[in-house]
T-cell receptor, first 113, second 111 residues
């Protein structure tokens, strides 16, 4: 089984709808991240969490919210989706406290019509 | 804003040739990492080089870091068709904090 999983893998929704993307990990890492990827723009950080009680905004947090329900679960919500939030969304994890690599989920392709 | 900037944006080579990608960044860093992404899939870590290191090897990969020029290069030797992917550099200003990714270099290796 994959260490970092994301659900759903694909989602098409309409403008104004509330959407939740979920991420689960079995790596036992404290740190979790949400990124979005747009063509030609690389990955941009939305939110990150160092533990259940520590949530931090990233570069592009406007229009998004997150919830760290447990060490293993980190959800990203779009309260009222808009078309320019159409993108590929990635969750990632990292062990805390030292320079380390990030482990990415397979991504969720979100289309907002 | 994004920290790293890869160059070139796209690179096309033949199998067996070497591929070199460059990354420039703006602020001081704790370490620099390179990741690979196959089309539409999650990123996979390739190699990490710390700010006090100048060169590192892993299989066919060679990474250099020049902190005075705020730049790094990734060399893939004897490229294979399976190396076709996008390659991203990522930096962090403090150990264990969020990584900042560049826009990536898209490598195409034809057989």
């Amino acid at each position: 089984d994959a260490d970092v999983t994301q659900t759903p893998r694909n989602r098409i929704t309409k403008t104004g709808k509330r959407i939740m993307l979920e991420c689960s990990q079995t790596k036992g890492h404290d740190r979790m991240y949400w990124y979005r990827q747009d063509p030609g723009l690389g990955l941009r950080l939305i939110y990150y969490s160092f533990d259940v009680k520590d949530i931090n905004k990233g570069e592009i947090s406007d229009g998004y919210s997150v919830s760290r329900q447990a060490q293993a679960k980190f959800s990203l919500s779009l309260e009222s989706a808009i078309p320019n939030q159409t993108a590929l969304y990635f969750c990632a994890t990292m062990a805390g406290g030292k320079p380390d690599t990030q482990y990415f989920g397979p991504g969720t392709r979100l289309t907002v019509l | 804003s994004q920290q790293g900037e890869e160059d070139p944006q796209a690179l096309s080579i033949q199998e067996g040739e070497n591929a070199t990608m460059n990354c420039s960044y703006k602020t001081s860093i704790n370490n620099l990492q390179w990741y690979r992404q196959n089309s539409g899939r999650g990123l996979v870590h390739l190699i990490l080089i710390r700010s006090n290191e100048r060169e590192k090897h892993s299989g066919r990969l060679r990474v250099t870091l020049d902190t005075s020029k705020k730049s790094s290069s990734l060399l893939i030797t004897a490229s294979r068709a399976a190396d076709t992917a996008s390659y991203f550099c990522a930096t962090d200003e403090r150990a264990g904090t969020a990584l900042i990714f560049g826009k990536g270099t898209t490598l195409s290796v034809s057989s």
